[in-house]
């Protein structure tokens, strides 16, 4: 989610729709490559398009892995946010963890309380898939996000205070 929200002069009311991605749903499988590729467009995102691969595989990868899941949110008929989730797993815990890979609302659409309304949802299925925990990563320039996080109850972690707090890190492989 992008730090930046564009005035919103209506609330959604019962027009919000939150449901689990059925990828193999050509519907499903368009909105999470345009929900997805607007979020990569994003300062939040990277600022860069999704490449070709990715649009033209996207869904069909996804669907191969039984460990992951997608949340997709709707305005009516009009997607406006989206959740990608893939489970791992806590060896501390020796449990499932699930992972928001991605989490991503339209800028027409923030501020409205989407990306909570998605986290009950991915939270609801990580508990029937027996999960300890939900993880995920924010860019600490992210205030909203930031907000969102704490407002459902995600917080910064650490094990031992002399350690300090967790960092998420990555190293490219191609």
Known sequence: MSAGRAPVA???????????????????????VELLDAYARDPAGGATPLGEFARANLANALAARPQAFSVLAYDGAQPVGLANCIEGFSSFACRALVNVHDLAVLPSHRGLRVGAKMLELVERIARERGACKLTLEVLSGNASAHALYARVGFASYQLDPAMGQAQFLQKWLD
């Open 10 to 32: 209506r609330p959604l009311g019962s027009a919000l729709m939150v449901l689990r991605a059925d990828y193999r749903n050509p519907e499903h499988a368009r909105a999470l």
